[in-house]
């Protein structure tokens, strides 16, 4: 069984920072692909921004087009954690945001919220 804990999350202005963290316990082992999903009310789960935690090197992290250049997903393999840091926010990027892992990915993708397995409680990210 996986585990994820996100955190991170906060209220800010437009134009300051946030860096979320999502802890992996359990069979970490088991996921090769860490990603970050957020929701708006009324909106749909829309991906963020994933990485590949697999071993060996599997393609660059991929990005949504409206948080490329703002955004960067990394991990810390030591300490089976994955951070999402959120330069320049924007009032349109407020939503709860998800860290999920996926097993048998062939690289990082956010193309489908549904091929992810394992998914943490969540962490309010709210700009103004």
């Known amino acids: 069984h996986v585990q994820l804990v996100e955190s991170g999350g906060g209220s800010v202005q437009a134009g300051e920072s946030l860096r979320l963290s999502c802890i992996v316990s359990g069979s970490f082992s088991r996921t090769n692909v860490v990603g970050w999903f957020r929701q708006a009310p009324g909106k749909e789960r829309e991906g963020v921004a994933s990485?590949?935690?697999?071993?060996?090197?599997?393609?660059?992290?991929e990005y949504a087009d409206s948080v490329k250049g703002r955004f960067t997903i990394s991990q810390d393999n030591a300490k089976n954690t994955v951070y999402l840091h959120m330069d320049r926010l924007k009032p349109e990027d407020t939503a709860m945001c998800y860290c999920?892992?996926?097993?048998?990915?062939?690289?990082?993708?956010?193309?489908?919220?549904?091929?992810?397995?394992?998914w943490g409680q969540g962490t309010q990210v709210t700009v103004s």
């Open positions: 999920a892992a996926a097993s048998g990915l062939p690289g990082p993708t956010i193309r489908e919220w549904t091929w992810y397995n394992y």
């Open positions: 990485i590949y935690t697999g071993d060996g090197l599997q393609g660059s992290p």
